[in-house]
């Protein structure tokens, strides 16, 4: 008998081709860095005392309205999306590879290797620009969960999903206390030195951008991949009902358990007790993984109306572009708020009121937003994608 020719081993398909990418999960990277910008600006700001939440105490006429709608809608809301989104993408990577036969060993190291990237971009991000970014936690994420994420039951998932929310809820049940004399919630953006600002990027991206925020979204980093099994966003013709009740239900959720701190942030409900303000950060952040789901949600059926319509229009096109490049626009919005804000740059976040902040942070969001849409039309993918995917997979053809 001759013997058989060897099978040559499976070839990694790369990157997924953008004409091939979900419509939903794209959108609602889009809408999400909206939210993220929102709840970030505010951070970048000094000069006021420091409360619940890392909001000024001191908040009056238009402010208040800013604090009470941001912590009900946007504060603790925005990153449990984004997490969603991550969970759900790191499921969609391992499928790719399931489909043209890359054993699951080989999968779960690849997403391990990626997650490394993403800790060396974050660590570069944070140090330099924005300690509280959130690229390094999700990179750790991946590293760290890769086998639950690649291939764990589905039990699992979804058990990890319930401990994540009950753990960081209590851990942040401590963020309704106020913060003392503190005048900003990171101290970097009031230094002036550059050496000790790096000194304190690399400290507060550590503790804070690092561990801190890993911590808090692990949860919805496997509830995202347990959805993402179910292709709910991926397919969501087929889930509308269970999106409809989602999105009611989750952002309805957030807004209920989110009341009493936006109520004590807004300094309408300006002295609790201690208990009461933990217990109002704690039910806030419950809430928080909720809006996230209902947000969500939101987005998939947004994506079945624009099918519907027949594709996408100029605001969910915007949105798509946006969401394609999310990793790259995320950072241009530290760039934005790092040139503008902080002491040893520009300096304009000193004594800054919420108002000005918030209507600042939508402006960077709106300009990112025309640009990605600039890209789209020329061809260009985002370059931190590009960047990526080449440390990734290397300079192959299927990286490009």
């Known amino acids: 008998m001759s013997a058989s020719a060897p099978v040559d081993p499976p070839v990694d398909p790369g990157a997924t081709p953008t004409a091939d990418r ?22 970048w700001g000094w000069g006021h005392p420091i409360g619940a939440r890392g909001y000024p105490t001191d908040v009056e006429g238009v402010d208040r309205w800013v604090a009470f709608l941001q912590v009900l809608l946007v504060d603790g ?11 759900h993408g790191v499921v969609q990577l391992a499928w790719r590879r399931g489909a043209v036969g890359m054993p699951v ?31 390094g936690a999700y990179g750790l994420l991946a590293v760290i969960m890769a086998g639950l994420l690649v291939r764990g039951a ?12 009950v753990l960081v809820s209590l851990l942040y049940a401590g963020t309704g206390v106020p913060t003392g004399r503190q005048t900003a919630v990171l101290p970097s953006v009031a230094l002036t030195d550059p050496a000790a600002v790096l000194v304190n990027h690399a400290f507060e991206w550590t503790v804070n951008g690092l561990f801190v925020q890993a911590f808090a979204v692990f949860g919805a980093v496997a ?6 099994r179910r292709r709910i966003l991926d397919e969501p013709e087929r889930h509308r009902r269970f999106l409809v009740r989602a999105a009611v239900a989750g952002i309805g959720t957030a807004v209920l358990l989110g009341l009493p701190l936006a109520l004590v942030v807004a300094r309408v409900w300006p002295e609790p007790s201690l208990a009461v303000g933990a217990l109002a950060a704690f039910l806030h952040t419950v809430g928080g993984y909720a809006g996230g789901v209902g947000y969500a ?38 760039v934005v708020f790092a040139i503008l804000l902080p002491a040893w740059a520009l300096g304009l976040g000193d004594d800054a009121r919420l ?11 709106l300009v990112i937003l025309l640009v990605a849409v600039a890209s789209a039309r020329a061809g260009l993918r985002g370059p931190a994608e590009v960047l990526l995917r080449r440390l990734t997979y290397g300079p192959s053809p299927a990286s490009r």
């Open 223 to 228: 509830l995202g991949a347990w959805a993402a």
């Open 355 to 365: 108002w000005q902040l918030a209507l600042l942070g939508f402006g960077a969001w």
């Open 297 to 334: 949600a939101l987005f998939g059926l947004l994506a079945l109306r624009v099918a519907a319509r027949g594709g996408p229009g100029p605001v969910t096109g915007a949105l798509q572009a946006c969401g394609q490049r999310s990793m790259s626009c995320y950072l241009a919005q530290s």
């Open 154 to 165: 589905d039990g699992s998932l979804v058990a990890t999903a319930v401990a994540g929310t």
């Open 77 to 87: 809301r925005a990153y449990p999306l984004f997490a969603l989104l991550f969970g």
């Open 22 to 43: 979900a419509l939903a999960p794209d959108v609602a990277r889009g809408g999400m860095l909206l939210l993220i910008a929102l709840a970030n600006v505010h951070v």
């Open 105 to 135: 060993d080989a999968v779960t190291r690849l997403v391990r290797r990626r997650g490394g990237w993403l800790i060396l971009i974050g660590l570069v991000h944070g140090v330099l620009l924005w300690p509280g970014d959130i690229i």
